[in-house]
C-alpha cells in the first residue's frame, strides 16, 4: 500500500485550529496523522474533526471506546476524535492522532476510523478508538481539527500530515503518483 | 484587550498556509460546542467514575470471601 503525501504543517504558534482546504480529488481513501497538545489547563483536552465547514453536530455519529490503562468505556459522540494531552499534563509531551477516511469522494456518507493516543510518559494514558460517520454524500474537500472549548488552542509544535492513497484500475493495487 | 483566536488554514493545491482570525459565526459555535461536549464529558465521568466504584466494591467482597490479591487480580483482568 502506498500512502502519497499531500500536505504537512507544523504550527509556530498556538491556533485554534488548522483546516486542509482543496485536498485533491484523485485519490480514494484519505489518512490524517498529528501530534497534539493543546493550551487549555487541564491533563486531558478533546479534539474534534469537521468536514467542508459542516460545523452541525448532529451530522456527525460516532462510536468510541476509550481506555486509561485499567478501565475500558464506551460512549457515543459526535465531531468528538479523542482525548489529547492539555496544558497540565508532562511537558513536552504529545497526544497522537490517526484518521483514517474511506472513499472520501464517493457517492455515499463518509465513515472515518480514528485512534488516538494521549501518551503523557505518565501513569495513566488514554486510548480512543472509534468509528465516525459523517452524513453528508459529498466529495471531502477540506477538513477542520479544531478544539469545542472556547479558549483552548492548539500549542506550537503540533503538527498535522494529510495523504492520500490512491488505488490502480483493477481496484486491488495501489500506485504512487511520486 | 483579548486576543482573537486565530486558525491556520493550509491550500493543498498551492500549499501555502495563511493564518486569519476566526469569525464572529466560529467563535459562537466554538462557544455552543463547548457547552454541548462538557455536557456529555461530565455524565462521561461520572459514569467511569460510577464503574470505578463498583470494581473496588466487587474487589473488596472477592477479598473476603477468601480469595488472594492474585486470584482477584487474575479474575477481573
Known sequence: MTMQLIETKTLGTAAASITFTSIPQDGTDLVLLGLVRTA???????????FNGDNTDANYSARVVIGNGSSAFSFTENSYIGDVNGDTSTADT????????LNY???????SLVDT???ANATTALQTLL??????????TSMEIGFTAAGSNLVAGSTFSLYKITKGSDGIVTTSTT | MTDTPMKVVVDCATG????VPLTEAEL????IDRVAFEATEAERKAAEQAKENLKASANAKLLALGLTEAEVAALTA
Open chain 1, 131 to 140: 468509528s465516525r460517520l459523517w452524513n453528508n454524500t459529498g466529495a471531502i
Open chain 1, 105 to 111: 469522494r464517493g457517492a455515499t456518507t463518509k465513515l
Open chain 1, 94 to 101: 504529545f497526544s497522537s492522532i490517526s484518521v483514517y477516511t
Open chain 2, 28 to 31: 459562537t459555535q466554538r462557544e
Open chain 1, 40 to 50: 487549555r489547563p487541564l491533563a486531558n483536552d478533546f479534539v474534534d474533526l469537521r
Open chain 1, 117 to 119: 493516543v494521549s501518551e
Open chain 2, 16 to 19: 501555502e498556509s495563511t493564518t
